[in-house]
């Protein structure tokens, strides 16, 4: 089992930035690939930024350029840096990982609100 913790998320104006944590526990040390998703109401949960477990990042067409995912091995912590927002970013982040095994687990979430 891995337990993860988000946090980080608020209110801000548009153009400001934003830091999301993500605090994984339990069986950290199987984590394979870590990732940062969101979902508005009315949408389907969607993947925002993903890092592998080979150091490759991938992002979504509409936040390359703005968000930058990172992690902290030493620390079990994944981060999603978020500069520039815009009010089409306003979701509940949510992280997620993937283990060795297959399984994989969600944060609780954490809301962002981009205001005009």
């Known amino acids: 089992q891995v337990q993860l913790v988000e946090s980080g998320g608020g209110l801000v104006q548009a153009g400001g930035s934003l830091r999301l944590s993500c605090a994984a526990s339990?069986?950290?040390?199987?984590?394979?690939?870590m990732g940062w998703y969101r979902q508005s109401p009315g949408n389907q949960r969607e993947s925002v930024a993903t890092?592998?477990?080979?150091?490759?990042?991938i992002y979504a067409d509409s936040v390359k350029g703005r968000f930058t995912i990172s992690r902290d091995i030493a620390k079990a912590m994944v981060y999603l840096q978020m500069n520039s927002l815009k009010p089409e970013d306003t979701a509940v982040y949510y992280c997620s990982v993937s283990t060795r095994d297959g399984s994989v687990y969600w944060g609780q979430g954490t809301q962002v609100t981009v205001s005009s």
């Open positions: 890092l592998t477990s080979g150091g490759r990042t």
């Open positions: 339990g069986r950290a040390f199987s984590i394979n690939a």
